[in-house]
């Protein structure tokens, strides 16, 4: 028996040792390698396991229990990105030189994307758009935009008869009546704006915005998607499309790592560029314990860190409990009032975001 114990309090030291790795790679957010990555994103199993040890040495050993203790205060460093206890909400009414800015992976507005023409899923789009256009933001920040004028994705006239006269696209994606991509619409002028593709749907749109006397940067993102499909590996019943699952799963993360690490380099850029202040917003795929999250959090602070409320997972879909979609601002020059993460709107495979900004 004494041995076991000897055996259980090695294997429980070395993953302490890892728990330290991870929580420097996450502090530091200096390494963008991806089996850096992968650990940093193991951060809420790590914390989970010593949650689950804490009572187990507890009973075996009271001293040794000093040891999860001290690893779960420790962890307390990150509580800040993982839950927020403010009273969150969107403010009600807009005063002075306040905006609202939504940002929102509307996915082709549609949540499962089963588009068969049935009049239940046509309801469904109406509904979305009316939801969007009706939203109160003074801009949007949309992923995964189409519309395509003439038919039930007419989005941009929704759009515009509600005040959204100004946007700015992938220039290369508009064709003639039809787009899809990542898109920025704002109800105050535009007075500039560039966009770069990364691959496939995702790019960056920046657009610089008169709102009264004073113009802000919004960066729109849509960093590298994955297309997990974790549906898929969750109904295997072999072992072998577990293990075929699994491989394709871990692939794609990895790439995933890679890719966002790469496109963190030009989203810098242009941060750094700007001579107004900055948002940047949208659909990052990243965890707040990732090293593009943890990179900007350095120079720029998060919304839902401010004035968030509760764990403000973003996603719809599997696995669920993630936060993906993020606003960070310049809090130099800008004043957060108001965020609000709207989990009961449920037309997509994410939640949309809101945050109420002031000028300084």
């Known amino acids: 028996m004494k041995g076991l114990k000897r055996l259980l309090w090695f294997l429980y030291q070395c993953f302490a040792f890892y728990t330290l790795l991870v929580y420097l790679l996450i502090w530091l957010a200096a390494w963008d390698g991806w089996l850096a990555a992968f650990m940093m994103m193991s951060f809420p199993a790590v914390f989970l396991v010593h949650l689950v040890s804490l009572p187990i040495w507890f009973v075996i050993d009271r001293k040794k229990a000093l040891l999860p203790l001290a690893l779960l205060l420790g962890s307390g460093l990150f509580l800040s990105r993982s839950f927020a206890f403010n009273s ?7 005063e002075g030189k306040q905006f609202r800015l939504m940002s929102y992976n509307v996915r082709t507005f549609q949540k499962d994307l089963h588009w068969q023409g049935s009049e239940k899923v046509r309801e469904d789009v109406r509904e979305m758009k009316k939801w969007v256009a ?41 064709y003639g009546k039809s787009y899809w991509g990542l898109v920025l619409v704002s109800k ?37 998607s994955m297309t997990l499909k974790l549906r898929k590996l969750v109904d295997q019943k072999e072992m072998d499309g577990v293990a075929r699952e699994s491989r394709s799963t871990f692939g794609r993360m990895k790439k995933g790592f890679i890719k966002r690490a790469e496109e963190l380099v030009v989203l810098q850029r242009w941060v750094d560029e700007s001579p107004y202040p900055v948002i940047v917003c949208g659909d990052f795929n990243e965890v707040p314990y990732s090293y593009v999250y943890g990179t900007l959090r350095k120079s720029m602070a998060n919304a839902f860190e401010e004035k968030g409320r509760g764990f403000g997972f973003t996603f719809n879909q599997l696995p669920y409990f993630i936060r993906i979609d993020h606003q960070f601002y310049d809090a130099n020059r800008l004043s957060l009032t108001a965020f609000k993460t709207f989990s009961d709107v449920k037309y997509s495979d994410h939640y949309p975001i809101m945050g109420t900004y002031r000028f300084k």
């Open 188 to 224: 105050h002028p535009i007075l500039a704006s560039r966009d770069t593709v990364f691959l496939a749907q995702n790019g960056m749109i920046q657009a610089d915005i008169k709102i009264g006397k004073d113009t802000v940067r919004i960066i729109g993102v849509h960093l590298y």
């Open 88 to 94: 969150g909400g969107a403010s009600a009414e807009i």
């Open 134 to 174: 009706e939203s109160k933001a003074d801009v949007l920040c949309m992923a995964e935009y189409y519309e395509e004028d003439g038919t039930i994705f007419d989005a941009g006239d929704r759009l515009r008869a509600k005040g959204y006269k100004h946007a700015a696209y992938f220039h290369k994606r508009k």
